[in-house]
Each structure stands twice: as C-alpha cells, then as structure tokens.
C-alpha cells in the first residue's frame, strides 16, 4: 500500500490538490461519505448516463467563435487540464471567445477556480462558472472528459459538439460499467479533437469517429534534433516513468 492511500496521505494529495482550505474541506467531506455512507443507489448515482441524446441545434454565428469548454475539475496540477487551457489560451490569441464551465462537485468556487488557472496554467482571459445545468448559446460545445461527453449529449443550444480526446479514458477502468460507460461516448457524433495520431486512428478504425489529431507539445529550448542525447554522461540511463497508486501504469510490470 502507499502512503498516499493511508488518511494522511489522502489528505496531503487534497490539499496539494486544491489548497489548504478547500483541500481539508475536501478530505472532510469525502470522509463523512465514507463514514455515514447508504446502500448504493445506482439509479439515482448514475441516472445522468440515461441523457437524452439532444442534437446541435444552432445556427453558427458570424465572426469570432464563442466557444464553450465543459471541464470536470479545476485542480492545480494535471497534464490533461494543461492541454485544455493551452488551446483556451491559443484561440483566445485568434481572437476567439471562451467559457468554461465546471461539471460536477468541486471544493473551489469559480472565482478561485479562475484565479487558479490564471496562476497556474495560462493567462487566459475566459471566466470560469460552476455548471448548473445550462449553458450559453456558442458555436462549439467541448466535451473534455467522458463523464462531461454525458452533459454535452443533452445540450442543443450549440451550432456543433467537440470531443477534446487526450487519452483513450475507458483504459483507466477495468472492464466493467465505467469501462462501457466511457467507451460509449465515442459512439455518438461528435468530432474529435485528439492529442496525436495514435488516438485519432482507433476512434476512427473502433468507433467510427470523424477526428483531427495535433501533435505533442514540448519545449524547443531544451529539446531539439540537434541537441545530445547524452551530455556529459558515458553511462547509458533510463528513465521509468511510473506512478503504482494508478493501475494501468504497470508499475510492478516496469520494476
């Protein structure tokens, strides 16, 4: 077992997560929901996976775009968020207009979760509003995870859905309801927006997906063709990227 499983581990991830405050408000809800937990209640916990499926419904408007981003969470560190605010921020650059709604429970508010993303990730301009069931008119609705590809689907005030795809998600879960659950979304129309060409060729080959892939992003001051593989180093080293708390990291199988 690791540290980061035991009570004070788990409180140590939320507060590094989402800040002292909100992360120990965050550990303590999450222990009352242990500790006072009910039977489950699979109907009324997963009833949103049943949304109507409701189609882009909206002419596209003249100009600039305005641009709707569903995310699941604001935190203050993860890859797949960085992705999401780069392209914000890059659109932002053309002129673009972007909101962000937060889909689902989060211990920040939206103007923390705003100053935080400014902080942390990019400058962008976009305010950042805590979903409550409607959104404004856009051009284009962003889905950016699976469980936020559910909220799109019952959304039509859009003139087309996006699907930003930075991982095949339903590889996170072992086979079983999440598994269908994830692999599901990609089933339905909308366009794929994927991080390389790898994912774009298996929604299109599996799922019969329409999807335009970008590349990958990295700095070009530290890595470049011309640059040594090695310098200043005779031994050859390797190095293992590994997390063991996430099971499909293969940790054990790397080690």
């Known amino acids: 077992m ?39 209640d699979v109907m009324g916990d997963y009833e949103w996976v049943l949304n109507q499926d409701c189609p882009a419904a909206k002419a596209p408007g003249s100009g600039p775009l305005k641009i709707n981003w569903l995310v699941p969470f604001v935190a203050e560190a993860s890859g797949g968020l960085l992705g999401i605010f780069r392209a914000v921020y890059q659109l932002e650059q053309w002129g673009h207009h972007n909101r962000i709604y937060v889909v689902g429970r989060s211990p920040l508010n939206a103007e923390r979760s705003t100053e935080l993303v400014r902080k ?6 976009a305010q950042i509003e805590l979903f409550n069931g409607r959104v404004a008119d856009s051009d284009a609705l962003v889905a950016t995870l699976w469980s936020t590809a559910y909220t799109a689907r019952r959304l039509s ?25 994830t692999r599901q979304t990609y089933r339905w129309s909308f366009y794929g927006i994927t991080l390389g060409r790898w994912i774009a060729d298996v929604l299109q080959n599996e799922f019969g997906m329409d999807c335009s892939p970008f590349g990958f992003s990295y ?23 590994a997390r063991p708390t996430t099971e499909r990291r293969g940790f054990e199988l790397g080690v």
Not at 120 to 125: C, D, E, V
């Open 219 to 241: 700095d070009r001051k530290i890595y470049s063709p011309e640059g040594s593989r090695c310098p200043g180093q005779v031994k050859q080293r390797v190095l293992f990227y």
């Open 157 to 181: 005030n859009t003139a087309r859905k996006f699907y930003f795809v930075q991982d095949l998600e339903y590889l996170f879960h072992a086979p079983g309801s999440v598994y269908e659950f």
């Open 2 to 40: 690791s540290w980061r499983d035991l009570p004070l581990g788990r409180v140590w991830t939320a507060v590094s997560k989402y800040g002292l405050k909100a992360g120990f408000q965050d550990s303590l809800a999450r222990w009352s929901q242990h500790r006072f937990r009910k039977l489950p």
């Open 120 to 125: 942390r990730y990019f400058p962008i301009k």
